[in-house]
C-alpha cells in the first residue's frame, strides 16, 4: 500500500485522531483553527489519502497490540522448552542478637531483625511446561481420543409388509 505524500499539518492530523479517534480535537492540536477544525477535520477524513494513512497506522498499532498466531505459538514452545524463567519476591530475614545493659542497668539479651525484600529468578513451572507442551500438541492434532463404544442395540427388520395401528 502506498500511501500518497500528506503536508506536515495533515501528518501531524492523523497522528493527533491516532491518540483519540476525535477528529475535531485532532484538527486544533494540528494546529488548525478552532472555528474551523470540525469542518477541516470532516474534509480530512473524507481525503484517500488521508484515510488510506490512518487505516494503515491503525494496522500497524493492532498488529503491535495482538500476538499473532505465530507469535503464541512462539511463546508456547519457549515455555515448553521452559526457556524462561520466573520472578519472586522472597524476604531476607537478618537476625543480630547481642547483650546491652537495660534502664536498671542489667545486662539483657536483645535481637534485632530485619527483613530485607529480594527478587530472585527461578526456573519456570513444570507445570506450566506440561500445559503448554498440551496446548501445542492439540495445535498440531498429536492426541487423538479414542472412544471405545460397545453396548447392544436392537435390529428391526422389515419384510416389506405395511404394519396396521
Given amino acids: 500500500m502506498i500511501v500518497a505524500k500528506l503536508t506536515a499539518k495533515q501528518q501531524r492530523f492523523c497522528d493527533e485522531y491516532l491518540i483519540d479517534l476525535n477528529a475535531t480535537q485532532a484538527a486544533i492540536r494540528a494546529g488548525y483553527s478552532e472555528k474551523t477544525a470540525a469542518v477541516i477535520a470532516t474534509e480530512n477524513l473524507r481525503k484517500p489519502n488521508i484515510m488510506e494513512y490512518i487505516e494503515k497506522r491503525m494496522a500497524e498499532k493492532e498488529s503491535e497490540l495482538i500476538a499473532d498466531q505465530d ?30 545493659l537495660d534502664e536498671d542497668g542489667k545486662m539483657r539479651k536483645r535481637t534485632e531483625k530485619r527483613e530485607t525484600p529480594k527478587i530472585v529468578e527461578i526456573p519456570s513451572r513444570l507445570s506450566d511446561s506440561n500445559k503448554a507442551a498440551e ?14 463404544v460397545n453396548g447392544v442395540v436392537p435390529v428391526v427388520i ?5 404394519l396396521e395401528d
Fill in 71 to 100: 507469535e503464541v505459538l512462539r511463546y508456547l514452545t519457549s515455555v515448553m522448552r521452559r526457556e524462561l524463567s520466573e520472578h519472586v519476591v522472597v524476604t531476607l530475614v537478618n537476625e543480630k542478637s547481642y547483650y546491652a
Fill in 135 to 148: 496446548l501445542l500438541g492439540r495445535r498440531y492434532s498429536l492426541f487423538t481420543d479414542n472412544v471405545d
Fill in 158 to 162: 422389515s419384510g416389506g409388509e405395511e
